[in-house]
């Protein structure tokens, strides 16, 4: 389908952003002469000072931002139009000149007492900027002089090679073979990859799956160089900047306490005998002799999709929605009705769903929507990630409106859940209900479960580099494959292809970032429920969590909610909703 065809009211309306280029172009320009910061520089040593620097600083961004948006979606709509990818690398450009501007803004206020720096978050004319200014006191052991921060600065691109390379190898010199599939000879890709290991083809996902990590054995040793590389990065930073570990650098940029990655993992240990449990019940439900780790992945319960088109779908999400009262339907119902969503699969256009809100502007929805159950759970999961930045950009000044990473998750799986239970709740198929059974125990498998394992391979990948060991293939996929029988149990088999799945994980390259799925997830379990059992004072709760932005730490925001992960109860929660799953699905059977 050519974008031409599509109905209006089924793409968003970009020209809330910018009526047409020529208004582009003209608020592109304007950005130049504003980035002029360097008049700031060595006078930030006074909230009337350092306020001035926060409002320029801030006019600029809200303005850039907005320009960045309008070409990020234009991009989007056929990324094969020239003229966006232009517009698109332009704004990026002038982003990062804008950054290396900026650069001293950090060090030079870090660098000012102790004593004067609660004073100016105690000020009210910094109000706006207090949780900002509070990071920068916490930081300044870490900080170091505007020289090295110069230095560090500068050296950042060099640093941060292993991720390009890794890239490279993934993405165009990964020799992936040649199969036959759909009665014709094609190349095997990511993609495909995971089509067919999801597909009820027992003999071709397991030729697929010795074919795909064949690929990754003949460069096991260089991914490893690479991998090693990127850790070192972080060992390299991690040890200049004065942190204990590399893990508790990444976790002070998110203002998380250690306590909370290893109460994660810990109670996600613990509950390991009900994976086993679950790999066994799917060794049953397949009826194989032996189940190995090609066979984790399909549906035991075949067509039972829901097959719906986009309205009905999103009619659909709204009944499960049902239980956050009115005011989140009647903005939700928003979304579809004023142009918030990209819905229709068009030459060009990216593939995928994503949600990106901006500070000033209604958030934007891109779907490739087809009539599969998935999708219907993307559209509650798009939905849920835009009106948290409605509600956070809404009630938050702009310095505190955008929410860190570690929450970014919960508001999307909460719908999620919600939805789920409703459908578990009001159908009497029960082969849709062993349908949604399973898909929610996949959700849990791959969110929680697998992610935590991903989050104790980079834990012990990093502390064996600390400890001055090298890191190379056999290492890490011995590591590797001790996690996965650690998960996965004895109900499965442990092929050797499976230990060099670390191989492929491109998050990797983004230490300690995995593991926020895993919180996340578990969070919005324990929300959801509590939303169910309480009512109307848990979706106040919840609300408020929803507009608290950056104002604070994410864990203290978490717990307004009904989530404190300052306690293994979340955890508790989580692994519970699998275990009833479990046993549903094994009485429906």
Same mark, same amino acid.
């Given at each position: 389908m050519e974008r031409n065809e599509v109905p209006a009211e089924r793409k968003w309306r970009v020209e809330d952003v910018f009526e047409n280029d020529e208004a582009w172009e003209k608020a592109f320009s304007a950005l130049d002469p504003m980035i002029d910061f360097a008049r700031f520089k060595g006078t930030l040593n006074s909230a009337e000072n350092i306020l001035a620097y926060f409002k320029a600083e801030e006019a600029f961004s809200i303005a850039a931002m907005r320009v960045y948006l309008y070409a990020f979606l234009k991009h989007d709509e056929d990324v094969r139009v020239t003229k966006y990818n232009s517009y698109l690398s332009k704004v990026i450009s002038l982003l990062t000149r804008a950054g290396a501007e900026t650069a001293f803004a950090t060090p030079e206020i870090t660098a000012l007492p102790d004593e004067t720096l609660t004073a100016l978050i105690a000020d009210k004319r910094?109000?706006?900027?207090?949780?900002?200014?509070?990071?920068?006191?916490?930081?300044?052991?870490?900080?170091?002089?505007?020289?090295?921060?110069?230095?560090l600065a500068q050296a950042s691109d060099a640093l941060g090679v292993s991720g390009d390379v890794f890239e490279m190898l993934?993405?165009?010199?990964?020799?992936?073979p040649e199969i036959e599939y759909g009665g014709k000879t094609v190349r095997l890709s990511h993609g495909l990859y995971s089509v067919i290991m999801s597909g009820n083809d027992r003999e071709k996902r397991k030729e697929t799956f010795a074919k795909y990590y064949g690929a990754y054995r003949k460069i096991l040793s260089t991914i490893a160089t690479a991998y090693f590389g990127n850790v070192k990065k972080d060992i390299?930073?991690?040890?200049?900047?004065?942190y204990d570990s590399c893990l508790d650098m990444a976790l002070f940029e998110e203002d998380v306490s250690s306590d909370v990655y290893k109460r994660l993992v810990s109670c996600v240990s613990a509950a390991t005998p009900l994976m086993h449990r679950y790999m066994a019940l799917r060794k049953k439900a397949l009826g194989y002799d032996e189940m190995h780790m090609y066979d984790i992945y399909p549906s035991l319960v075949d067509d039972a999709e829901l097959r719906l088109s986009f309205d009905e779908a999103y009619d659909l999400v709204l009944?499960?929605?049902?239980?956050?009262?009115? %005011?989140?339907?009647?903005?939700? &119902?928003?979304g579809r009705a004023e142009g918030w969503i990209d819905v229709e699969e068009t030459a060009g256009k990216r593939n995928g769903a994503y949600s990106i809100g901006i500070f000033g502007t209604h958030p934007f929805v891109l779907l490739n929507y087809q009539k599969t159950t998935h999708d219907v759970f993307t559209i509650a999961h798009e939905m849920g990630h835009s009106l948290h930045s409605y509600y956070s950009n809404g009630a938050q000044p702009y310095a505190k409106a955008d929410y860190k990473i570690f929450v970014a998750e919960v508001a999307s799986t909460v719908n999620e859940v919600l939805l789920l239970k409703y459908l578990l709740k009001t159908t009497e198929d029960v082969k849709l209900k062993r349908y949604l059974l399973n898909y929610f125990m996949d959700m849990i498998r791959t969110t929680l479960f697998r992610q935590t394992q991903f989050a104790e391979?980079?834990? %012990?990948?990093?502390?064996?580099? &600390?400890?001055?060991?090298p890191l190379n293939k056999d290492n890490l996929s011995e590591l590797y494959l001790a996690l996965n029988k650690k998960y996965y149990g004895d109900a499965v088999v442990h092929d050797e292809e499976i230990s060099f799945e670390w191989a492929r994980i491109p998050h990797f390259y983004r230490s300690f970032y995995v593991y926020k799925y895993a919180t996340g997830i578990t969070s919005a379990i324990c929300i959801a429920n509590r939303i169910l059992s309480e009512g109307e004072p848990a979706v106040e709760a919840y609300k408020r969590f929803l507009k608290g932005g950056c104002s604070t730490d994410p864990v203290s925001l978490l717990r307004i909610a009904g989530a404190d992960l300052t306690t293994e109860a979340p955890f508790d929660a989580a692994m519970k909703e699998f275990e009833n799953a479990l046993g549903e699905f094994e009485s429906l059977s």
């Open positions: 910094l109000s706006e900027y207090d949780y900002a200014l509070s990071r920068i006191r916490a930081g300044k052991k870490y900080t170091l002089s505007e020289r090295e921060e110069v230095i993934d993405n165009a010199e990964l020799d992936l390299f930073y991690k040890t200049v900047r004065g009944k499960g929605l049902a239980p956050l009262g009115k %005011e989140y339907l009647t903005l939700f &119902e928003k391979f980079e834990e %012990e990948a990093h502390a064996m580099a &600390e400890r001055g060991e």
